[in-house]
Each structure stands twice: as structure tokens, then as C-alpha cells.
């Protein structure tokens, strides 16, 4: 598969669909229980690449995670605010886990690049892990994404926040989801071309 291919095959699994289902979920079911919706179609998608590819998706995982984070604090005392702007704080949370991730030996998107390598082809992420130890330009690129894709995320969810927050006007949904699908697209642009430029260097 394309690299463009990759990025908006992951844009629809763990971004459009969610975000659908959330929306659709929403009149019927409440925030708790349109939260928990939003997470069937990763739940699935996890389950059809398991079953298909023997490969577990990382990226999912990562989102999944951050659903069940937003369901623990809309679920709190703390969370009754959240509850009344009925606005999710999915993206922010996956968005400090990339940044609190730059602690670590390998950060978040090292296990993003290996996951979609290792659904490639069979022992290409051995291949990665390799390159990892013995190039430090690609470990420098690997966080330099890792802070990008934090810091974006974390601002698109304080954006839409504080739109749905303060902002008093019937195209607030409009608005909010504007400022999501434009962040996404403009970071997997910045990837991509990040990427090109990248292998180009190499």
C-alpha cells in the first residue's frame, strides 16, 4: 500500500468512522454512550486485522485508549462540565500521550511506523528496529513527528473545546468539526511531505 494510501486508510478507521458513529449516537444514546459507540468501529477494525493480517493495529490502540480515558473523566465528579459542552476530549488525550511518550526510549509513532511496517511484509519491523539503533537521523525524525502530532493534537482539541464552550451559534458543530478534519489533514499533509523530504535526504 501507497504511503497516501496508508494515511487515509488510518484517517477513515480512526478518525471519520468514530467521528460518525459518535454523531449519529449522540441524540439516541447520550455522551457516554455515543463515546462508546465511537469505539465499535475500532473495536472491529483491531479485530479484522488481527484475524486477516496476524498484526495488531497500534494506532487504534492508541485511540481506543484515549476513548476509554474520556469515558473515565466524563465519568468523574470533574467531568460535569465536559458533560454539558458535550464536546469529547479523545484527541487531546491521544495528543499528551504522544508528548508524554518523547520520555520514553521510543516514542509512540516508533510503534506507529512499526506496525505499518510489520503489516507490510513479514519481518520488515526487524528490519526497522536495525535502522532504529543504527541511524540516529531516523530516531531524530521519529520524535520530531512524535511533537508534531502531539502538539496538534492537543491544540485541535483545546480549539474545538473552547468553540464548543463559549461559542453561542447553530454552526458550532460545523465549526468544531472543520477545525478536527482540517487539523488531521494538515498533519497527515505535513507527514507525507515530511516523509518524501525525508527518504530524499537519505
Not at 65 to 86: C, F, H, K, T, V
Not at 97 to 123: C, I, K
Not at 159 to 183: F, K
Request: glycine share 6%; net charge positive.
Amino acid at each position: 500500500m501507497i504511503p497516501s494510501a496508508r494515511y487515509a486508510l488510518a484517517f477513515v478507521v480512526n478518525v471519520a468512522l468514530p467521528t460518525v458513529t459518535y454523531r449519529l449516537a449522540l441524540p439516541h444514546c447520550g455522551l457516554l454512550g455515543a463515546l462508546m459507540a465511537s469505539g465499535i468501529p475500532l473495536l472491529a477494525w483491531i479485530t479484522f486485522d488481527f484475524a486477516r493480517f496476524r498484526h495488531f493495529d497500534a494506532l487504534s490502540a492508541i485511540v481506543l485508549a484515549s476513548l476509554a480515558l474520556s469515558l473515565l473523566l466524563l465519568m468523574s465528579p470533574a467531568g460535569q462540565w465536559l458533560r454539558e459542552i458535550r464536546d469529547p476530549l479523545v484527541g487531546g488525550f491521544t495528543g499528551v500521550l504522544f508528548l508524554l511518550s518523547l520520555a520514553a526510549r521510543r516514542p509512540l509513532v516508533f510503534y506507529l511506523a512499526r506496525s505499518t511496517l510489520a503489516r507490510e511484509h513479514q519481518g520488515r519491523e526487524r528490519e526497522f528496529d536495525a535502522m532504529w539503533q543504527s541511524r540516529p537521523a531516523l530516531a531524530k525524525s521519529i520524535r520530531l513527528m512524535t511533537v508534531v502530532w502531539g502538539v496538534g493534537l492537543v491544540g485541535e482539541n483545546a480549539v474545538r473545546l473552547y468553540i464548543a464552550g463559549h461559542l453561542v451559534s447553530h454552526d458550532v458543530v460545523r465549526l468544531s468539526a472543520w477545525v478536527r478534519y482540517g487539523t488531521y489533514a494538515a498533519l497527515m499533509a505535513w507527514s507525507i511531505l515530511y516523509r518524501h523530504a525525508y527518504i530524499k535526504r537519505q
